[in-house]
């Protein structure tokens, strides 16, 4: 389970960063509703990170301090571009999650199960508005 929540936290501060990122460097006709829209990206993705850490810690995993130096540099060549790397990460943040889950069903680790079950309903949601705005842009 170590090297699969290694894998996953590290996924999330990639998107987590990325959104950022793209939130700070959005420019253009559509900049209101990309700003706004990642820094829901962000904020949900803040929202999983304590509960994420301390059901690793309480499994016994130690977080290594370099999942935080993996934020990807994001391309701002223009607005549809910075969407679309965003989408990108928050789906391999949710494969990885999905991976994650399975060891921990295979485990009988409920707690982590059930608190993955809540990030991937989160996921699903900012799936949903990345791909839509993307078809939009």
Known sequence: MKDQFITAFTSY???????????????????FQLHGLFERVYTTLDSHEDS???QARGAGIEIPASVF??????????????????????QDYKDDLEDLHGVCNREKNLG????????MTDINTLEF??????DEL
């Open 69 to 90: 130096n993996q934020v990807p540099e994001v391309n701002w060549e223009t607005s549809k571009d910075l969407v679309s790397e965003v989408l990108d990460l928050i």
């Open 52 to 54: 994420f850490a301390e």
């Open 129 to 134: 508005l990345l791909k839509a705005t993307l």
């Open 13 to 31: 501060h990639k998107a987590n960063g990325a959104a950022h990122l793209a939130h700070w460097n959005v420019t253009g006709m559509f900049f």
């Open 112 to 119: 982590f199960v059930n608190l993955i079950e809540g990030f």
